[in-house]
């Protein structure tokens, strides 16, 4: 039990001790970058804190292992200069001086290693740090001409450094140290090779990250805009219109047509604060949609207390009539539960319904709006104005094609603006066969 106590104790420890590194590391190497700090600067800041943070850790060592021993202080004072020379450049980028700090870096190995290939000659293996040298620079700088420039003075360096002392003799001779430095350095080019390729896969799965979350955004975003457009045209028209920058105009032979009217609206508007009244409308309203949606009806519009409506389109189909009528009864009965409970501010409701064709569609290039047009349209609404409040007044084609369903009342023939006597009736209720089917 004990065992396994400690085993989990030092589980935690060691996990602790990760995340500690890790922050550590990536605070590090983060050193110089802020919000405003583009994502090439990022990169090649990011690699240069790291490739400097490990080469001012070995050289450290360096100087603790050969502080005290006099007969390499040549080694000393060398590392010494490698201590200073790489921790500036993360002093620079501290600054926020990015492209400096590589410059420095870039100049400072050149310099750096050829003085040690010059002071030891090629038994330390220096020369091939020119090769890891000239691959940063072509990470760390934009400009081909840069780029190019620093390829060539690596190659440069990196040719005196192998060859020159086939003819010349190095100034320092390294004994006992010379193995171990040998070794050093080319871990230390294996290391930073293993840097660079480790850095920029990190870097690339960062970025994959990055648009991951940027292309679910944008997923997110584009589902907004798609629901937001389904709010204002139907989906075959929002379709059309995504896709060719245009929608067509459609006809349909049959119909239904509703409109709705608030009774006395205008006079009530003239002495009621306009906020008070517009939340009222948008509690009713809001309820309207509810009941079209409920019967697979297209809401086109409301214009100012008036809300117009159809069912038979976009998808065409025979229960129109019937659905309509339907929705119609349900609202005019939500219309007298507010008058009976006495919920916020009541209005009457007169509707009327009329059944014909029309045409549909979108017309301009802002603001969509999806609208119908047609003399159907013009009776429906002579069908409302015609009415009374709390019926459902409808013409005489929309009763032919609903009676077997529904209690309707004969008006007889009444007189309609610009139409003359039209045939017209008031739904009264539903039947208990007005289960409408297709």
Known sequence: MDGDLNKATNKIFANTLVKKAEHFWNRLINIGIDNNTSDFDKKRTRL?????????????????????????????????????????????????????????????????????????????????????????AMLFFKKPRVVFLYFLLNMLFFSLAKYSFTHLKPIFFYSDEANSIYVANHITMFVILFMIMYYYKS????????????????????????????????????????????????????????????????????????????????????????????????????????????????????????????????????????????????????????????VAGIVGTKKFAYDIWGDTVNIASRMESSGEAGKVNISGTTYELIKDNFACLYRGKIAAKDKGDVDMYFIESAKNTAVITE
């Not at 000393?76 to 500036?88: C, K, L, N, P, T």
């Not at 330390?124 to 040298?133: A, H, K, L, N, Q």
């Open 203 to 358: 870097e690339n799965a960062r970025q994959e990250k990055l648009l991951a979350l940027k292309n679910e955004s944008l997923t997110l975003e584009k589902q907004k805009s798609d629901n937001l457009l389904l709010n204002i045209l139907p989906f075959e028209t929002a379709e059309e219109l995504k896709q060719t920058g245009t929608a067509k105009s459609r006809r349909f032979n049959m119909v239904t047509v509703m409109f709705t009217d608030f009774k006395g609206f205008t006079k009530l508007s003239e002495r009621l604060d306009p906020e008070k009244l517009v939340r009222e409308i948008d509690r009713y309203f809001s309820f309207f949609d509810q009941v079209i949606s409920k019967y697979y009806l297209e809401k086109i519009k409301t214009i100012g207390d008036a809300y117009l409506c159809a069912g038979g389109l976009p998808e065409e189909n025979n229960t129109h009539a019937g659905d309509v009528a339907l929705a119609a009864l349900e609202i005019q009965e939500f219309m007298q539960q507010q008058k009976s409970n006495g919920d916020g501010l009541f209005l009457e409701l007169r509707i009327g319904i009329h059944t014909g064709p029309v």
């Open 48 to 136: 240069i804190n790291g490739i400097c943070s490990w080469a001012f850790a070995i050289f450290f060592i360096y100087v603790i292992t050969y502080a005290t021993d006099k007969k390499v202080r040549f080694v000393f004072y060398e590392s010494v200069a490698g201590v200073i020379g790489y921790a500036m450049p993360i002093i620079i980028n501290y600054y926020k001086k990015h492209s400096l700090a590589c410059h420095f870096f870039t100049i400072f190995n050149l310099l750096f290693y050829l003085e040690q290939s010059v002071s030891g000659g090629k038994v330390t293996g220096v020369e091939y740090i020119f090769v890891t040298s000239s691959v940063t």
